[in-house]
């Protein structure tokens, strides 16, 4: 009979060993199993953590406040998501006043500049503009010593270097000057319903007289010069040609030189008026200028003749009357108040909305923001966009542009010579986020400074400043390889593709809470700040969308694209019976779709690789909808800072886009 110890395998036996193997295998199968059903537990059970800091809890209380939670997110997205009451402001104006708080902070802060710095003559600058007693004292004595250094008010030459009736500015990237049309304040069209125009005049001639009588002028006479004064600038008007007509004809700019427009528009000595106005730079009489309607120049130069032999008073008066207006906004406050009078009446004429109150602080701070705008750049940048937010800013911006890189690959209307062409223009864009490097640089801003004299009056200041400002303009474009000149402040809520120096641009103004901050939710800064960044870079890409602009693409399929993008904005449909798919509208709709489409793939693939996300307390959102949330929260206001106005206002109230329509608006691009 055998015991059960002789049954068992003996130790080294091949019985033995082959349960010693299943033993362990069991064992391993079983380790595996629990650690996989751990893990999976973990990182996906528990779901993401609720972000408990302050910012998390500010950006909290702001979406509860901005949205309509008592309508459904499915029917009705954007009025549950930002269905705030009536008139109040939208997250951009929000931050965009934020922004100007904080400057006005800093500049109200005064931390013991270095005499004779940027810093110091900012802030100087800043106080003169705060100091209404002084400009109060002063009244109009300033203005009237600087219409006694022109020659005073009836002289017997014009004074040709005040206010001209055309505009001028240096081209960007090529050496020569451009001269357009001008801008006129008042709209005095003798198209417009007779009993408007007759308005417009009364409150206009109502403005120049009181200008004039301020100045000390004679009341009766004063108005005679007013009257005529309206007379040029309407028949100025009548030489104005719109964009369109223009376009017809096929004339949006003509190439001349300094003397051939001498010999058409006689009555201007354009060579010295034109070299007053771009000093430092030197002009000769075979200086290229881009003239961008020449008839109206020659109307212009006619006209001008005419009251030169006939009313040259008049026509010193109607300069002079100009000038006035342009600085009444460093005048008093009776210069100020008749030109605030004036622009409520016009705007109720033209049926437009009355222009909100704005604080004196708010005004100075921008004018103050215009002149020394590096010494508040570096103050700003430094106070709101430190190292932190700025590696965090870039670092969604990489992840931004290399899922826009990926994503060229697959488009099946590109071949692949043109995803490579893409995708190089991709690689070789250059990004410049925060504020330029060239305006952080102390030393030059002390450099750009050295010839503004501030004092004795606000309105002294005011003009050395407009000088220098000019002149750093101009001189900046004399530079063998200038820097790309931002043509935003570093504190706006904005921003931009540079199509000219291939970059990108993106203001520490902008990357502010709402919108980006280190510690929100992957889901906040990706919905918002990358659906913004993405945004910018499908610029580069314009002019593939353009008929004829991409002719290796399959055309076929890149209609199919578009039509399909039609289809989705034409189910939006506006007051009036017009659309979105309008042709100034609808490659930015295209930006907004590739940008919201290319962000969230983007924050798709983070999660994917990065575990850990946040959402914010109490809102019952999962991460997928705090990113459309977020989209939300810029969506509106990018789409009226991209909208012409008329557009804007035809679209202001359209916002039914559901849940459901934005995922499909995805699927779709």
């Known amino acids: 009979m055998i015991s059960p110890e002789e049954r068992l395998p003996v130790e080294g036996s091949r019985p033995w060993a082959v349960a010693r193997r299943v033993l362990t295998a069991i064992l391993l199968v079983g380790l595996l199993l629990c650690s996989s059903v751990l893990l999976f537990y973990t990182f996906w059970n528990c779901g993401p953590r609720p972000c408990e800091t302050p910012v998390c809890l500010d950006l909290r209380d702001h979406y509860l406040a901005s949205g309509n939670t008592s309508v459904a997110p499915c029917t009705d997205f954007f009025s549950f998501a930002c269905g705030r009451a009536k008139g109040t402001n939208n997250s951009f104006q929000e931050l965009a006043k934020r922004n100007k708080n904080r400057l006005r902070r800093i500049l109200e802060a005064q931390n013991s500049p270095h005499p004779g710095s940027g810093e110091e003559k900012a802030f100087q600058f800043y106080n003169s503009c705060m ?3 002084a400009i109060e004292a002063a009244g109009a004595g300033p203005l009237r010593q600087v219409i006694e250094e022109l020659g005073g008010w009836r002289i017997s030459e014009p004074t040709w270097d005040l206010i001209l009736p055309f505009r001028t500015h240096q081209s960007f990237s090529l050496s020569y000057v451009q001269i357009d049309q001008p801008e006129f304040d008042v709209p005095l069209k003798q198209d417009q319903e007779q009993k408007i125009y007759a308005q417009i005049y009364r409150e206009y001639l109502t403005y120049l007289s009181q200008l004039g009588t301020l100045l000390g002028g004679d009341p009766n006479k004063v108005q005679q010069h007013a009257s005529l004064s309206i007379s040029i600038t309407s028949q100025l008007f009548q030489f104005l040609r719109p964009l369109e007509q223009r376009q017809a004809q096929g004339k949006l700019f003509q190439m001349v030189t300094i003397d051939q427009l001498k010999e058409m528009a006689p009555a201007i000595d354009w060579l010295s008026c034109l070299q007053a106005t771009f000093t430092p730079m030197s002009l000769s009489p075979s200086q290229l200028l881009m003239v961008h309607d020449l008839e109206y120049l020659k109307n212009m130069s006619q006209l001008v003749e005419d009251l030169l032999l006939k009313d040259r008073d008049f026509l010193q008066s109607h300069m002079i009357l100009g000038l006035v207006g342009t600085l009444s906004p460093a005048l008093d406050s009776q210069f100020q108040e008749a030109r605030r009078k004036l622009s409520q009446k016009l705007r109720e004429l033209t049926e437009q909305p009355p222009m909100p109150a704005r604080p004196r602080w708010m005004k100075c701070v921008e004018e103050t923001g215009t002149f020394f705008q590096p010494t508040l750049a570096a103050l700003f940048v430094r106070e709101a966009f430190g190292p932190s937010t700025r590696s965090a800013a870039m670092e969604l911006f990489t992840v931004i542009r290399d899922t826009l890189i990926t994503h060229l690959r697959k488009l099946p209307w590109m071949n692949k010579e043109t995803q490579n062409m893409a995708q190089d223009k991709v690689a070789q864009l250059r990004v410049e986020m925060g504020a330029s490097e060239w305006t952080l640089k102390p030393e030059l801003a002390q450099q750009e400074y050295s010839d503004i004299q501030l004092g004795p009056s606000f309105l002294q200041s005011v003009l050395s400043c407009v000088r220098s400002l000019r002149a750093r303009i101009v001189q900046s474009f004399l530079r063998p390889f200038p820097p790309h000149r931002w043509q935003v402040s570093p504190w706006e809520v904005n921003a931009y593709y540079s199509i ?33 960044m993405a945004h910018e870079l499908l610029h580069i890409f314009y002019e593939l969308l353009l008929p004829g602009g991409c002719l290796d693409c399959d055309t076929h399929a890149l209609q199919e694209a578009l039509l399909c993008l039609e289809r989705h904005y034409a189910a939006f449909p506006l007051p009036n019976g017009t659309s979105f798919n309008n042709s100034l509208t609808f490659l930015e709709n295209a930006a907004d779709a590739g940008g919201l489409a290319i962000a969230l793939q983007a924050y798709n693939k983070r999660l994917l690789w990065h575990h850990g996300e946040t959402v914010l307390p109490n809102l019952d959102l999962t991460p997928q909808q705090i990113f459309f949330r977020s989209y939300a929260q810029k969506s509106e206001t990018m789409r009226e800072k991209n909208t012409p106005k008329s557009e804007q206002r035809r679209g202001r109230n359209v916002k039914n886009i559901s849940w459901t329509q934005e995922k499909e608006r995805i699927n779709n691009w």
């Open 131 to 133: 100091d209404t007693r």
């Open 500 to 532: 000219s120096d291939h970059v990108v641009v993106f203001p520490a103004g902008l990357l502010q809470p709402p919108f980006f901050h280190p510690d929100y939710p992957r889901a906040v800064n990706f919905g918002a700040a990358g659906s913004i």
